[in-house]
């Protein structure tokens, strides 16, 4: 199938060479696609080798160089072995977006150590691995960009086990870091908050009680990708998708009281929407409140969700 071309973005991604993760679905295809449509080099990389097929064949219909490759971002020899394959092969890498993530789903009583260590390797370790492993090269070169894709719930969590806002909230605090350097030396950092998008892990939370979020707080995945390709290269850490998210975390900092009060009110509504529904389905989805994800996901009984 041939792409219509999209956006070409001032062409300055053309001849650039890009690593997305994650790409096999959601975000981190459209981020693919959408720079393979501006004229990058695009190596997707992501588990399910059925996906990644069809990916491939798309992005290299506009893009004759694209290609993807079937890695467990989890394993961090295996993405480090990827990633400078990638650069011996196309000379650097121009662009790495950290997108791969996972929501273990579990609830407070039931959620272990384990659970925690998986999370924070495919959120947080995965995407310390790919940066540490392109930023000789980009240092070298004196420019680079490197994009972490967050969650409005790693800066806003909301009740539950933690897991995945945590492991979010640790990756938005290694790219804020990074960014004081790597600026310094012509590299880019940047942090994603992309809002609630109706992607697999976001249409399984509303399945799972989660109420839909109001418009302000909702994006799709297009909107979010070509965002996030109008601003990486900038001078701003933050690509925030959601206003009223960014206006909510000064809330937070100003009167902290008040937004956590204001956010327990909201949690009961939600308790009370998802009992409802309960009742009327006769289906027992638990007693722990959904909380939020990086796209509005809520940690809840129903098994990990990945996009890796």
């Not at 069809?54 to 992005?59: D, F, I, K, S, T």
Request: charged share 25%.
């Amino acid at each position: 199938m041939t792409l219509r071309r999209g956006p070409s973005f001032g062409g300055r991604y053309k001849g650039k060479v890009a690593v997305v993760t994650g790409a096999s679905s959601g975000l981190g295809r459209c981020i693919a696609l959408d720079l393979a449509r501006a004229g990058a080099t695009v190596v997707g990389v992501a588990r399910r080798r059925d996906l990644l097929e069809e990916l491939g064949r798309r992005m290299a219909s506009v893009s004759p160089g694209s290609r993807t490759a079937c890695c467990d971002v989890s394993d961090s020899e295996e993405l480090a072995a990827l990633l400078a394959r990638v650069e011996a092969e196309n000379g650097h890498v121009d662009v790495l977006v950290n997108n791969a993530g996972m929501d273990p789903g579990i609830r407070l009583s039931a959620i272990t150590v384990e659970d925690f260590r998986r999370t924070f390797e495919v959120n947080t370790l995965a995407a310390v691995t790919g940066t540490l492993a392109v930023l000789p090269g980009m240092y070298a070169r004196g420019e680079g960009v490197i994009v972490n894709v967050s969650s409005d719930g790693g800066r806003l969590p909301a009740p539950g086990p933690g897991a995945y806002p945590a492991s979010k909230a640790a990756l938005a605090a290694f790219s804020e870091s990074l960014w004081y350097r790597a600026r310094r030396m012509g590299v880019a950092v940047h942090v994603v908050y992309p809002a609630w998008m109706p992607t697999a892990m976001g249409i399984a939370a509303l399945e799972r009680g989660l109420r839909r979020p109001p418009r302000p707080l909702r994006r799709s995945e297009e909107e979010v990708s070509r965002l996030v390709l109008r601003r990486m290269g900038g001078a701003d850490l933050e690509i925030s998708a959601s206003r009223v998210t960014d206006w909510a975390t000064v809330f937070r900092a100003l009167a902290p009281r008040a937004f956590r009060r204001a956010r327990g009110g909201w949690e009961s509504g939600r308790r009370a929407h998802r009992s409802h529904r309960s009742h009327r389905s006769h289906v027992d989805e638990g007693s722990e409140a959904a909380t939020e994800g990086s796209s509005g996901v809520p940690e809840q009984p129903a098994g990990p969700v990945e996009v890796s």
